[in-house]
């Protein structure tokens, strides 16, 4: 274990805000992770993954904690499934570039999303028409309030749209210690989303599916190494069908996709159509590619990108009259 005193975070949120902790320490085992918690009873306390998905609004005066947990380890397989255990401080990533080698199927849709498995697993975080909820068996986290280990079925981690138990009722209670997977040996393709069949055959493999996602990907969104961002700065919205009716006979060419008895709206289209595409605030800007990003040009200060979020969500509101939720938490 390593505990850092007045350190800056610059190193560990993907937005580049240059704030300091009071203390930062990264923990390898659920025993050094209770010592942690024993130690520092009574200080403000902070989890983090990669950082990849907040936005620090100053400095911290508190313990930021950062898992290296990062063993993987299959524990059960049959014919067509195997089910592998991954702690929590494993980058997503690079968990998916692995399994995809052993041609398991399951996650790669998932393919180059910045963040570990835990907060993965926290959010529920999704691209091309998957959910890491789709894959995931079983969530074993260390309870804070009774201070024990406890384990969640998949039913009761409550995932639902960038949403789970551990955003709502259990926040600030359960640290995410490590995911059981079950992923596929025979092909399962999922390439409904957007244009993905015009790259990949039926009988792509699960590296030639990460390979196109990541190719895909890096046209349209940001590099955090080269562009501070936390990816999707808002969530979609979802509409109710009578709202979305009223919006289709204003607006001919609304994208939508049906969830349920409902519509979501992609929020990059709202955002666009209020025309903020490029526009910035100080150093933050709505990335011309993808306007459901936010990015640091360089110099951006946490008021910047909250002030360009706050104009951005009251003009949407305003012209639509729909509320635009962000994704990126505030610390
Ligand atoms: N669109 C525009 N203008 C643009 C770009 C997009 O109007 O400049 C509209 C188009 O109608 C397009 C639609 O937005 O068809 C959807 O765009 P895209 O496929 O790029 O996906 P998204 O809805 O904008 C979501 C996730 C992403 C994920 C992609 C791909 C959320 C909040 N975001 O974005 O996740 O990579 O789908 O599956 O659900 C993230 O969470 O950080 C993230 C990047």
Known sequence: MTIQENISLLPYNTFRMDVKARYLAQYESIDELRELLNKFQDTRRLFIGEGSNLLFTGDFDGLVCQSKMCR??????????????????LKLDLLIEQVADMQLYGLENLSYIPGQVGAGAV??????????????????????????SVSFTREE?????????????????????????RLSKTPQLHLDYGNLKEYL??????????????????KKLPEVSELGSAGSFFKNPIVSADKFNNLKEKYKDIPSYPVGDNYKIPAAWLIEQCGWKGKTVGGAKVYDRQ????????NATSSDICSLAKQ???SVYNRFQITIDKEVEYV
């Open 72 to 89: 993987a380890a299959a524990t059960k397989e049959t014919e067509e499934d195997v089910w592998i255990e991954v702690q929590g401080g």
């Open 123 to 148: 959010q529920n975080v999704g691209a091309y028409g998957r959910e890491i909820k789709d894959c995931i068996e079983q969530v074993n986290a260390w309870d804070l309030q009774t201070m024990q």
């Open 157 to 181: 981690c409550h995932y639902a749209y960038r949403d789970s138990l551990f955003k709502r009722e259990g926040k600030n209670r359960y640290i995410i210690t490590s995911v059981v997977f």
């Open 201 to 218: 055959q039926q009988d792509a493999n699960p590296q030639q599916v990460r390979q196109t996602i990541i190719q895909i990907r890096k």
């Open 291 to 298: 306007p459901l990003v936010i990015v640091n040009t360089g």
């Open 312 to 314: 951005i969500v009251d």
